[in-house]
């Protein structure tokens, strides 16, 4: 009875769910255009406010809108569109269009059908940040690009060269007291392009080759490395909060930051923006990196007319006119700040004026692997660990083979390949290795399924819920690894990446341990054992560490002392916060210059250490984090053992004249074993992966020395964008976890048949 | 070999009156002395005072010449065996028994020999390589007191070490420990709740009520002259009756019997008559010149060769430990005999004994 109403419900279940799965895939010929934005907040309510008033004045090609969240926004629109599915248009920055149109099928060109007149809207460097390879990929929105905002109670005019920012900022630092003359993102590339820019140069040369090592480019950085380091103006290790609170307190006189800033300046701040200022070392203006939103057309779309339609109106003057006034944007169309009611606003004014000299970032395909690397450099060169000449060839040399890597595998693309026979005969093998035992035993699987048939029924929901969440995901990255899928060839037919087993002979045979020859020489922090060699030491280290100092701590609060029941609740009280909380927390703390640590250092009279600056420090800093986080766990689980071990044992040692160490190794520690054991093992798996505490405290930090496995597989697969490397890296670590949970399993059983 | 001596001891738990109010207890050097009483009155607490797992709150703790107040259990020289025999659960048999000689570093092959002689003594010789786990209840019980005599302490303590085993191997591990103790003449503490435990362990026993000493005494004294009701009351099974009588000057009363008696001039006019069952007989067996009372059946317990017959009448309740001769029915009305010399009176107040110079001061300790 209750076997048959079951299988009928999940019979009805599983209807409802092929429905759905074919509304999805079948998806009807839309009516309405849609489009996809990543905006929130006023930018996003001044934007459906426009397309509200175009859809009552276009009945006949209605609008929707979507809004996607911005951290998937970029993967969203290339997994959909390649694949036909998608929007017809959207909004998104103008720096991927070559990754697009290298692509393919990912962006519709446009220079065919926008006429001239819509084009003579903006201005001709914010059309060609819209063109790849000499076509039109879109029309440009708005702009967005950093520019001097400066407190007016410190500052009077704003400078005219650096020299006199200078200068001014000199006059307006006092490092003892925590204030600065100037405060930005200096390690950032996109705020370092005012700098970089100024020189003329940028990453690629005319032709559009990557040209990191030009004399211009190191120029920008030896300037930046004296600001930081002779001239001691800028703040150590900032970051965007750190410039907004320093501003906010008054404390940074100037900061160069972007029209995002605006809304977070506090009330008593009296500011004011102003172009960036004449770089006096190149003679040129320093040139801010501007970002370009641009209203794209999915090839895929049925309605191009009509969307056309709505690019125009959306790029026209009064719709520009209210995403400035009412969104608060830069629109790309110019003649919005002729608007009196614009013209008037001092601050958007001088942001229109930094458009004068702004440089649109390029939209190479290669730029996307630019930023991380070239992070990681500004970093070492601000902190004197490398110089900017040997830094940037160093990097020219890396980001070179992973283009060459990443242009290989997507020239390989094109040629399609047949699937080798022997790959159709391991097929076949797999599977029928696979069904063997299910057939010699399907007379005892039909007898099972007869007898708890409807146990079976009620863990299939689960089952199928793990195949489609867990094992589909494996299998999926197990195949990957065996390619070379990296962003530029991710759209091409799985099988023209088959690669084999290159990826992982590429990975455990890598022994380039050394980076340069004789005194200049340095450890390869990529080196893949290496990385393992810190991840081993991470993982030991805090094992070790917090379960010891669990147990102290747990042996302390198991005696009935004063206020017991308060101080575990204190310890136990981290766990109640997110993991990420705790390890931003903790990366503020050992912030060199406002970090509490090296403050309290300093009262004690010690110098204050760089923790980020060297190995061994950097490694300290995800160890407290982690040790901190993990303690808690730790502690109760231990807590829970003493209690169960009984009293009277210990009564019976001391009547016997056992003192406290003795009680404790004869008695506590081999009793704690049951839960000890179990505990090691899940805080060894969690801390080999312990993704947060690394990417969010030292990130690494110095160079990816202090990378993790975990994360330096996410660094090749979300900075570099080689997928496929970074699955077969999931793999391997996938690989030590298994053998380390069988060595385990080995371990405990002969622990186990000892007793 | 020593003797312990409680001198006014006091223990008190914090935030609860004293647990024990101020102990006067002397042990001789080589007895088997037994602590009795009722639960919670405080036996476990004065034994763990002795091992010195509880510290004494007032007053002096003396074991053989050494005023043991604050010296630790481990330097005490005594042994103890646990209700829950507190065996280590990861150690062998034979570790467990080694334990304490390994904790004060005793050579190897003095341990070894030591061991194995108190294993065989035992019958443990087979089990050394086992853990707890894999022996039985009476077994365990047998290496917790090998575990105590490797050691060969100046005193023995037991907190009911008996408690936790059936009935037969109760009167078999009894046996154990009483010849071990002729054997070897060790001080020893022995705490149970089971009379028949304290009367046959014991060479003194004695017995505590809300941690107050009752009386000490062997185990015929304290059968045959206890000092107050709770004594009576204690000791025998079933126990002694224990009836309300008024003085009538020349003779006791109450609902069911009248006794005369002489010297009984001065003493209140309400007291406390105690009568064994054992001591009541059918009356018409019975000499004239004897006190009789009569009352009807309540109830009969038949145990073979006797029987407990139930006795009611108003406020009075006794029972009587008659041969199982004659068939008796409940509601019966039964006439019965006794002794005059064999029954005991108490002060009603104080609970005391009050022992009268004719003729109850000449009777016979019973039995
Ligand atoms: N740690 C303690 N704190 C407060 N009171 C306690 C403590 N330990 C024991 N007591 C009290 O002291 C009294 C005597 O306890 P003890 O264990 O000595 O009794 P016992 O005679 O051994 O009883 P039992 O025959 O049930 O074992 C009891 O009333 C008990 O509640
Ligand atoms: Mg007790």
Redesign the interface.
């Known amino acids: 009875m209750i076997e048959t109403s079951a299988t009928r419900l999940l019979g009805q279940v599983f209807l409802l769910l092929l429905a759905l799965v074919a509304q999805l895939v079948y998806a009807q010929p839309r009516e309405e255009l849609l489009l996809w934005h990543g905006y929130r907040g006023e930018e996003r309510r001044a934007l459906e406010q426009l397309l509200e008033d175009y859809n009552r004045n276009q009945p006949d090609a209605r609008v929707k809108a979507l809004a996607v969240p911005f951290g998937s926004f970029a993967d969203k629109l290339s997994a959909a569109l390649p694949r036909g599915q998608g929007p017809d248009l959207f909004i998104f920055g103008h720096d991927r269009i070559g990754g697009w149109a290298r692509a393919g099928n990912t962006v519709a060109p446009v220079d065919d059908l926008v006429p001239a007149r819509v084009l003579a809207r903006f201005p001709p460097s914010l059309v060609e940040a819209m063109r790849f390879e000499g076509r039109l990929y879109g029309l440009p929105f708005n702009f967005k690009s950093t520019a001097l905002i400066y407190n007016r109670a410190l500052v009077r005019h704003a400078p005219e060269t650096t020299d006199e920012l200078l200068a001014l900022a000199r006059a307006r630092t006092d490092r003892r007291r925590g204030r600065f003359g100037l405060a930005y993102s200096y390690t950032e590339p996109f705020f370092h392009g005012a700098l970089l820019n100024s020189f003329g140069s940028g990453p690629f040369d005319a032709d559009g080759r990557l040209a990191l090592d030009s004399p211009g480019n190191v120029r920008s950085l030896e300037q930046l490395a004296r600001w930081v380091r002779e001239e001691g103006i800028l703040p150590e290790e900032p970051n965007s909060t750190l410039v907004t609170n320093l501003f906010n307190q008054g404390r940074a006189a100037m900061v160069i930051s972007g029209p995002w800033l605006l809304g977070e300046i506090s009330e008593g701040i009296d500011y004011a923006v102003a172009p960036l200022p004449q770089n006096s070392e190149s003679g040129r203006p320093l040139a801010p990196w501007v970002a370009v939103e641009g209203l794209f057309l999915s090839p895929w779309s049925g309605r191009q007319q009509a969307a056309l339609g709505l690019m125009n109106y959306l790029t026209g003057e009064r719709a520009a006119l209210h995403m400035a006034m009412a969104g608060g944007q830069l629109p790309a169309n110019l003649n919005a700040y002729t608007h009196p009611e614009v013209a008037r606003d001092a601050n958007t004014m001088a942001f229109r004026r930094q458009l004068e000299t702004a440089v649109p970032i390029p939209n190479l395909p290669q730029m996307t692997l630019l930023w991380k690397p070239l992070e990681k450099a500004l970093n070492k060169v601000v902190k004197g660990s490398a110089s900017p000449a040997g830094e940037l060839q160093r990097l020219q040399r890396e980001i070179r083979r992973d283009v060459a890597n990443l242009q290989a595998a997507g020239d390989r693309a094109g040629r399609p390949r047949s699937i080798p026979a022997w790959a159709w005969l391991g097929l076949a093998l797999l599977a029928l290795a696979a069904l063997s035992p299910a057939l010699r035993r399907r007379r005892r699987i039909a007898a099972a399924w007869r007898e708890h048939r409807t146990a079976y029924v009620y863990i299939l929901p689960a089952m199928l819920g793990m195949l489609l969440l867990v094992f589909f995901p494996l299998l999926y990255g197990f195949l990957l690894s065996f390619t070379d899928t990296t962003l530029l060839n991710e759209n091409t037919p799985f099988l023209s990446r088959w690669q084999g087993l290159g990826n992982y002979a590429s990975i455990l045979g890598d022994w380039n341990f050394w980076y340069g020859e004789g005194a200049g020489r340095s450890i390869n922090y990529d080196n893949f054992y290496w990385t393992l060699l810190v991840t081993i030491c991470w993982t030991a280290g805090n094992v070790v560490l917090s379960v010891g100092l669990a147990l102290v701590l747990a042996l302390a609060l198991d005696k009935p002392i004063l206020g017991r029941t308060w101080f575990r609740l204190l310890l136990i009280l981290p766990w109640a916060i997110p993991n990420y909380i705790t390890a931003l927390v903790w990366k503020g703390m050992f912030h060199p210059q406002f970090g509490v640590v090296n403050q309290a250092l300093q009262v004690v009279g010690l110098a204050p250490v760089a923790w980020f600056d060297s190995v061994g420090a950097s490694f300290m800093t995800g160890l407290v984090t982690n040790v901190w986080l993990s303690i808690p766990f730790m502690m109760v689980v231990i807590l829970g053992g003493l209690q169960s071990i009984?009293r009277?044992?210990y009564?019976?040692?001391?009547?016997?004249?056992?003192?406290r160490w003795?009680q404790f190794r004869?008695?506590t520690l081999?009793?704690l074993k049951p839960v000890l054991v179990p505990a090691i093992i899940l805080s060894v798996v969690w801390t080999f992966n312990m993704f947060n505490v690394i990417y969010l405290v030292s990130d690494g930090a110095p160079a990816g020395a202090n990378d993790i496995l975990i994360t330096k597989a996410f660094r090749i697969g979300f900075e570099k964008y080689q997928y496929a490397y970074a699955a077969a890296y999931s793999m391997v670590i996938l690989a030590l976890l298994f053998a380390y949970a069988m060595w385990q399993m080995r371990v405990s059983r002969t622990l186990e048949a000892a007793? | 070999m020593a003797r312990i001596e409680f001198r006014r001891v006091v223990k008190q738990y914090p935030d609860s009156p004293p647990t024990v109010p101020g102990l006067d207890l002397s042990v001789r050097d080589g007895e088997f002395m037994v602590l009795v009483g009722p639960s919670g009155c405080g036996k476990s607490t004065t034994l763990r005072m002795i091992a010195g797992l509880e510290s004494v709150t007032a007053g002096e703790l003396w074991i053989g010449d050494r005023l043991v107040n604050r010296v630790p259990p481990g330097e005490r020289d005594v042994a103890m065996v646990f209700q829950n025999y507190a065996l280590y659960p990861h150690m062998t048999v034979f570790e467990n028994m080694a334990f304490g000689l390994r904790v004060r570093r005793e050579p190897q092959a003095q341990i070894r020999t030591k061991v194995e002689r108190a294993a065989e003594t035992l019958g443990l010789t087979g089990l050394l390589g086992r853990r707890p786990g894999q022996l039985s209840g009476g077994q365990c019980q047998r290496v917790a007191l090998g575990r105590a005599m490797v050691r060969d302490p100046q005193v023995f303590l037991f907190d009911e070490p008996l408690s936790n085993l059936d009935a037969e191997l109760r009167v078999q591990m009894r046996g154990n420990i009483g010849r071990l103790h002729r054997e070897f003449a060790t001080t020893s503490v022995y705490v149970t709740h089971d009379q028949v435990e304290a009367m046959t362990l014991g060479q003194r026993i004695a017995i505590l009520n809300g941690g107050e000493l009752m009386q000490v005494g062997t185990p015929m004294e304290l059968y045959g002259d206890p000092d107050n009701v709770f004594v009576a009351g204690f000791m025998g099974s079933p126990p002694m009756n224990i009836v309300a009588v008024q003085n009538l000057g020349r003779a006791l009363r109450n609902a069911v019997l009248e006794v005369p008696l002489a010297g009984l001039e001065g003493l209140p006019g309400e007291l406390l008559l105690g009568l064994r069952p054992e001591k009541l007989e059918y009356a018409a067996a019975a000499p004239a010149h004897w006190p009789r009372l009569r009352a009807a059946i309540e109830m009969v317990e038949t145990l073979g060769a006797e029987m407990l017959v139930h006795l009611g009448e108003g406020d009075t309740r006794m029972v009587a430990r008659l041969p199982g001769l004659r068939p008796l029915a409940a509601g019966e009305t039964i006439e019965l005999a006794f002794d005059p010399r064999a029954a005991y009176l108490f002060d009603a107040d104080s609970q005391r004994r009050i022992r009268l110079s004719q003729p109850v001061e000449s009777a016979e300790p019973a039995l």
């Open positions: 009984p009277d044992l009564e019976a040692a001391r009547v016997e004249g056992a003192g003795c004869a008695i081999p009793l007793r």
